[in-house]
């Protein structure tokens, strides 16, 4: 999705912006590509910079209740320090990093619900402008899908995913937020856990993998919430045994019955192939669980199928896409 806009700025006869990333989607901690085309407007302009901003739509919850908001997450100066003459095209290629722990926005091609998107910020004769906004898509890291598939395998179905403002404690986290994938749990679990919520934090040298449990509470018994986590490397992920690895962290999970300052201990799962390091107990600050919205679809061994997102089909998941950009635009013309 392209959108070109008049710089704001600067007015009827400025210069256009029009950034088109590389098809392809990019992976976490993986090089995002493409051009910045520039058409000079109706006199010479003095491009001082051309930066890209990584942006986000974030849910925060506050004891109001819950609000949404864009949140930018990482900058890139890609070009500037040249006049753009009366007319002239140019484009500006560009090749940037992008954080480890940027959230996936699609399985197996289909949507997943979560928005993100690529800002393009022109100075100009001092004069600085938000003039264009891409989506930007982000598939699953090996690791990361071969926990999915896992899931998927063992019968867990999705039900959502967003982003939640707030830090996981005692987490190596690095951005102001984290992606939280909702998950129906398996038949074998079902009677236990209303729900799954799972968290990644990549890094370069391997990544954590958060797993709340939302339980059901019994007879005079309130619900209460669970959480483990476990450090698996991005090595030798295809000869790790998955589906054993991931049912045992579920089952330690589930058990976990200590309270959250009170770790117990890990228990490798399979057949020695286990990748957890242990966990601990803290839960994630700032965070409330409660029912999710949306509904189940069938899970195969292929991994967690998307049919519905959020309770969504997909088209209406484009719609609520589109309604970010367009609104982010119109926000920034206001």
């Known amino acids: 999705m392209v959108f070109k806009r008049l710089l704001g700025a600067l007015g009827v006869g400025g210069p256009t912006v029009d950034t088109v990333l590389d098809p392809a989607s990019v992976r976490p901690g993986g090089t995002l590509s493409g051009q910045v085309h520039l058409v000079g407007g109706k006199a010479d302009f003095e ?9 986000a739509r974030v849910e925060a919850e506050h004891e109001g209740g819950e609000s949404e908001g864009v949140v930018a997450f990482d900058r890139f100066t890609v ?15 560009f090749s940037v990093i992008v954080p480890w722990e940027t959230p996936v926005t699609e ?10 998107g690529v800002r393009t910020e022109l100075s100009v004769a001092g004069a600085k402008d938000k003039g264009d906004l891409d989506r930007l898509n982000v598939s699953p890291l090996p690791v990361q899908e071969a926990v999915l598939e896992a899931l998927g395998g063992l019968g867990f179905g999705f039900r959502s995913t967003d982003l939640e403002y707030g830090r996981i404690g005692g987490s190596g986290q690095r951005l102001p937020f984290y992606q939280e994938i909702e998950l129906l749990p398996s038949p074998q679990y079902a009677q236990q856990v209303n729900e799954i919520e799972l968290t990644f934090l990549a890094n370069p040298g391997g990544m954590e993998v958060v797993l709340e449990a939302d339980k059901r509470g019994g007879f005079l018994s309130p619900g209460q919430d669970a959480l483990t986590r476990f450090t698996v490397s991005h090595e030798g992920v295809r000869q790790q045994d998955w589906p054993s690895i991931v049912d045992g962290w579920i089952r330690q999970l589930v058990e976990h019955r200590a309270s959250y300052g009170s770790p117990a201990p890990f228990v490798p799962a399979g057949h020695g192939h286990g990748s957890g ?53 119109e926000e920034e013309e206001g």
């Open 47 to 55: 491009i001082e910079h051309i930066t890209l901003e990584l942006v």
């Open 79 to 93: 070009g500037g320090g040249f006049r753009l003459a009366e007319g002239e095209r140019r484009s500006v290629p």
């Open 107 to 116: 399985l197996h091609g289909q949507s997943l619900g979560v928005v993100l």
């Open 277 to 329: 390091h242990g966990h601990d107990g803290q839960h994630r600050d700032g965070h409330r669980s409660g029912p999710g919205m949306g509904t189940a679809v069938a899970a195969g061994a292929a991994g967690l199928a998307v049919g519905v997102v959020g309770g969504m089909v997909a088209g209406e998941v484009v719609d609520e896409a589109g309604d970010f950009f367009e609104g982010d635009g």
